[in-house]
């Protein structure tokens, strides 16, 4: 793509730059500022100069998108996330979300159905009482924030890639999208080599008992390989798809593919 210049006398591009990396998430900032971020490495990405921050966020945005094709290539489906001793679970185990637990969704797990859509053979709706029969494994892994905490706790539930089997997904499709019962519609999309992982998993249980409301009755999806906003929590539906739907972060500029 050719160069485009934008020169404009008096404009300090050096304080652009670092006024629009306040639009990026902060993980996602770090490790850019880790790798050398700068002025000429935004136009080297982008193909175009920084003239204000409208611009500088059209850049941002290039960067993150090159970033999710970098870490989307160096996946490795057979990696696993390092797993830990009962005795190394974080108590209490902390409530995170945009909101505060008394806003946190009240789901009737009786009347809930799992919804199941797109590229599959069986499209029914799955109640709690049916999923809990599913075989189930336990792990214990750390989930790890974007706001640079984390914090190991011990999840039940079944394997994601085994329930894809089941309803006769669509394997070779692009994503697995999921939305939520929280207020404002949170959704969010994993891609399909993540969901096919063998630690990524749909959650019932922590700590052995049903799952809490704080930490996504009825159930949530754990993706240890993933950022903390990647794994969604009080599920309603989930849609295997070719197209990217977007997700709640993603769509304000959070990296879609979010290793950790």
């Known amino acids: 793509m050719a160069k485009r210049p934008f ?3 008096g404009v300090d591009k050096r304080l652009l730059v670092k006024d629009s990396l306040k639009v990026m998430p902060d993980l996602t900032r770090r490790r850019f500022l880790t790798a050398g971020a700068s002025f000429g490495a935004l136009t ?6 920084v003239i204000d921050s409208s611009s500088a966020e059209e850049m941002l945005k290039t960067v993150s998108k090159f970033n999710d094709a970098v870490q989307a290539f160096i996946f490795n489906p057979d990696a696993l996330a390092p797993t830990f001793p009962e005795s190394a679970i974080t108590k209490p185990f902390p409530f995170n979300a945009y909101y505060s637990l008394d806003e946190a969704p009240e789901v009737d797990g009786k009347a809930w159905k799992l919804e199941v859509r797109g590229l599959v053979d069986n499209k029914k709706s799955w109640t709690l009482d049916e999923l809990n029969q599913l075989p189930q494994v336990t792990q214990i892994t750390r989930h790890i924030c974007v706001e640079g905490w984390s914090a190991i706790g011990s999840w039940t539930g079944t394997p994601l890639r085994d329930f894809l089997k089941l309803i006769g997904a669509d394997m070779r499709a692009k994503y697995v999208w999921f939305q939520c019962a929280d207020k404002d519609g949170y959704n969010s999309p994993l891609d399909m080599r993540s969901a096919l992982h063998p630690q990524t998993q749909m959650t019932f249980k922590f700590a052995g008992e049903t ?5 996504g009755f009825p159930m949530k999806i754990r993706v240890p390989t993933k950022l903390g906003f990647k794994n969604p929590k009080y599920v309603v539906s989930m849609e295997v798809t070719n197209d990217y739907k977007g997700g709640y972060w993603e769509d304000q500029g959070y990296n879609s593919f979010s290793g950790s």
Not at 44 to 49: A, P, Q, R, V, W
Not at 211 to 215: D, I, K, Q, R, T
């Open 7 to 9: 020169l404009i006398p």
């Open 44 to 49: 080297m990405l982008t193909g175009c100069d």
């Open 211 to 215: 799952l809490p409301v704080a930490y």
